[in-house]
Each structure stands twice: as C-alpha cells, then as structure tokens.
C-alpha cells in the first residue's frame, strides 16, 4: 500500500473504475458490492472510500467516460466525410463499434439520462454526462442541416424530433440485432452486418430526399 500512495489520485481511481467495470459486465450493478469491487481492485474496503464515495459515482465516471467515446466516434464520423450518406454511414458505424467496445453501456446511456440537477445528490457526472449528449445532439443537429443545405436530405424535416427517433431507431436496430443475431442468421439467412445494413438503410431513406436514393 506504500508504494499505491505516492501514485497520483486519478491512477487509483481509474484503477478502481476499471475493475469495478468488469464486475458490472460480468455480474451487473445490483449484484456487485463495493466489497466485490476493492477485491477486484487490489485495495480494503476503507482505501476504496477514500476514492470514492460510494457505487453509484462509480457508475456515474463510467458512464461519462463511455458518452465521452461515443462523442468521439460521432464526431470523428461526421469531420471525416462530405456527402449526408456517407456521413450517415459514419454514423452508424460508430454506434456499433460503440456497442461492440461498451455493450454494457450502451443502453445505459440511450435510455435514461438524468436533467434534474436541482436535487441534492445529483453527482457532478451526471451533469456533464447530460452535457455531452447534448454536444452529440449538436452534432447531429449539424449533420442534418447540412444534408438539408445540400440537398441530400429532406427539407420539410423537424430537427429535434428528428434527432430523439434517429437515436431511438438506430439504437434500437443495434441492440435487435445483438440479441437475435442467431434467430436472423437462421431466420433471415442474413449475418448480423447484413441485417444492420439493411436496417440503416432503410432509416436513411426515410430522411433522404426521394432524388438523393
């Protein structure tokens, strides 16, 4: 433990996070304990506490490091392409390597964010996890009223309606086709990458301009 304190605060603490990670993956939130955790970590219980205050700020630095990736992948798609469809397909191949490299995550932080940041234990993460969703909502924002701009994509579309479906149906096709992989190779005789494709596709055209394919 001698040679632990002199390591500055953010190693013990990613060290911590890391391996409180795993845990959430392999056994989930509820059924892990900070017990299970400092174990996991190489750390006592009373040395856990000193980095953290409890469970949930764990799972709160997490999911803000996984929103941060995603940022990351978004951002990265739409700066490395011209046209609204390959911008698009940008798009969604950064949502699966997200879901491939956080599948834990994933949903997590498509599904519930908090905005009520008036309550006492509200944690800070919370905030700046709702922060960077709203960049990334920016940011698709941008996509779109370029494609509009263009005329790549639909002039008669409602951006922030637009922008809650968009995240909603292609999560949705990306989670689908992780569950059923089996029953749509079977079913289907389509392989997974096939499936999403066909589903981004699909999406795509109900935004695109009939003339823009």
């Not at 996070?17 to 299970?36: E, H, Q, R, V």
């Not at 960049?135 to 263009?150: A, Q, T, Y």
């Not at 992989?181 to 997974?192: D, F, T, V």
Request: with cysteine; charged share 30%.
């Amino acid at each position: 433990m001698g040679r632990r304190k002199k390591e500055p605060r953010s190693v013990h603490r990613e060290t911590i996070a890391a391996a409180a990670s795993a845990l959430f993956m392999k056994k989930g939130i509820a059924a892990t304990s900070m017990d299970d955790i400092a174990k996991e970590a190489g750390y006592s219980k009373a040395t856990l506490y000193v980095y953290f205050e409890n469970k949930e700020e764990i799972v709160g630095i997490l999911v803000l490091e996984s929103m941060k990736k995603l940022y990351g992948y978004i951002d990265a798609a739409l700066n490395r392409q011209d046209t609204a469809k390959a911008r698009y397909n940008a798009i969604c191949d950064g949502l699966v390597r997200y879901r491939e490299e956080f599948p834990f995550y994933f949903k997590m932080v498509l599904d519930k964010i908090n905005i009520d940041f008036e309550k006492q234990d509200c944690l800070p993460e919370e905030k700046e996890t709702y922060q960077v969703g709203e960049e990334i909502n920016e940011k698709i924002k941008e996509f779109l009223l370029d494609g509009m701009g263009s005329g790549d994509l639909r002039d008669d579309l409602e951006i922030m309606p637009v922008i809650f479906n968009f995240w909603g149906m292609l999560s949705g096709i990306i989670q689908l086709a992780a569950n059923k992989e089996e029953y749509i190779q079977s079913a289907m005789g389509l392989s997974k990458m096939q499936f999403l494709e066909y589903g981004f596709h699909m999406l795509y055209r109900s935004i695109a301009r009939e003339t823009g394919g």
